[in-house]
């Protein structure tokens, strides 16, 4: 019989948010496959967990070279258990080779579901979630990053990047040029650590607090593009029409996402004008 490869989660900062299953795995695996042995060092300590497996590393230098061998063992019947060093492998992080290499050998792929950057950035950043893509990393060149972001221009979706602080004001400085100085983002620093901080704004706003300096774990939220041609309604058209589609029978939840829809708007900027209508009405009336 064929072996089990399983790709762990691990904190991307509060130890105490690893998954019950992860120090289990991490004690039982026949062999830990980790992208860092001194990170997975202290992990392990931290859990009060003995791996009694092999460890070997396995990082962006060595992964194709490991791959083969670990492959090898999967085949033999081993459980191999893959660990990045934070959030979950093959998200920007080694495992997309052995998880497909894995797969063409008929290999059953497991997860320990974990913390993960993206989702938690998406989360916190108050921009629209119900449609996302992750973009990853940037290119490093600048010529690159511009062709990379224009891209994606008109990209309705909201946009997850991770980016590294040294270059995180280049970035958002390109984001500016590209999708517009007002367009929405949020820049989340260091997420579940002590110093977690979410960054809301423009994108031209943004760029400038970043020039003077930004440390930490990076994950950046854009907001996507408007629809070509979105009508420019004022708050009190958008309650209209959503009051029109609630005395046709529409729940408001339904009204207030279709005139959003049509008017090429975020959800919550139609839900916004309604709280805000409901209010003002309320206050006068007291």
Known sequence: MTGILVLAGTPIGDIADAPPRLAEELAGADVVAAEDTRRLRRLTQALGVTPKGRIVSYF???????TPELVEELVGGARV????DAGMPSVSDPGYRLVAAAVEKDVKVTAVPGPSAVLTALAL??????RFCFEGFLPRKAGERLTRLK?????????????APHRLDDTL????EVFGADRRAAVCRELTKTYEEVKRGGLGDLAAWAAEGVRGEITVVVEGAPEKGAEQ?????????????EEAGERRKEAIAAVAADA???KREVFDAVVAAKNAASASGS
Request: no cysteine; aromatic share 4%; net charge negative.
């Open 60 to 66: 962006e230098g060595n992964e194709s070279a490991r």
């Open 81 to 84: 258990l893959l660990v990045t």
């Open 125 to 130: 950043s108050g921009l629209p979630v119900d």
């Open 151 to 163: 891209e994606v221009a008109e990209e309705r979706r909201t946009l997850v990047y991770f980016e």
């Open 173 to 176: 400085a390109a984001m500016a």
């Open 233 to 245: 309604l004022d708050a009190a058209e958008l309650v209209r029409r959503v009051r029109v589609r």
């Open 264 to 266: 090429g708007l975020p």
